[in-house]
């Protein structure tokens, strides 16, 4: 199994007033392609930063990172953002849906800027709200939809431009435990068929369902917590 995400050795470093916070501070991690990751660590460890710089949000103060094989040292930020939107789908704790978009707009908003005909948008949309158990909540705007629903809607737009990574930043902390349950096992049946799932969390139980886990704190790569 080749790896789809390589880093070596990356920090990042920010200057606040007087001080350089060390969010990072020398990572060096290779996930396999098909993998099902949690990334786990007490709030403030450096999750999110590693979360960003995966996922192209960010960039590393040094050290480099490799996405399905392509490094992304000397890319511009249209480069960037371009390896962002075909090779990793996004989904966030808070869902960042568009409030007077329906589900299916919602969904169709990523094809749209990918310049896909309204033909395809729509049928690629509605095949992915299906597959996330929304078939009959497809016209309803985010206000009319549970916090599991909205959640859904996130997931399946994540997924419209087929991306190689699905990247998950605590995706189940605004839901009860429940939700957070199918939500959970609805990432997994994702993984089951083929897809390179990360998973950033603080909730060790939940990180524990992966099939691995990496633990990070005070920037750096721990062996536990």
Do not use: W
Not at 4 to 28: S, W
Not at 86 to 109: D, H, P, R, S
Request: with cysteine; net charge neutral; proline share 3%.
């Amino acid at each position: 199994m080749n790896n789809v995400i390589e880093l070596y050795n990356v920090r990042r470093y920010y200057i606040v007033g007087d001080f350089c916070v060390k969010a990072l501070d020398g990572i060096t991690l290779s996930l396999p392609r098909g993998s099902f990751t949690a990334i786990m660590g007490p709030s403030g460890s450096g999750k999110s930063t590693l979360m960003n710089i995966i996922g192209c949000l960010d960039t590393p103060t040094s050290g480099f990172l490799r996405i399905d094989g392509e490094c992304t040292s000397n890319m511009s930020e249209d480069e960037l953002a371009f390896l962002r939107n075909k090779k990793v789908g996004f989904v966030f704790q808070q869902f960042n849906l568009l409030g007077k978009q329906t589900a299916i707009e919602n969904v169709m908003t990523p094809l749209l800027y990918a310049g896909v005909g309204a033909h395809e948008r729509k049928e690629k949309a509605e095949m992915l709200l299906e597959r996330v158990g929304l078939k009959d909540r497809m016209k309803h705007l985010p206000s009319e939809l549970s916090g599991g629903q909205k959640q859904r809607v996130a997931i399946a737009r994540a997924l419209v431009n087929d991306p190689a990574i699905l990247l998950a930043d605590e995706p189940t902390g605004a839901l009860d435990s429940k939700t957070g349950d199918q939500i959970m096992e609805l990432f997994q049946e994702l993984n089951e068929e083929g897809r390179t799932v990360i998973f950033v969390t603080h909730d060790r139980k939940l990180g524990m369902r992966c099939n691995s886990q990496v633990y990070i704190k005070d920037g750096r790569i721990a062996e536990g917590y």
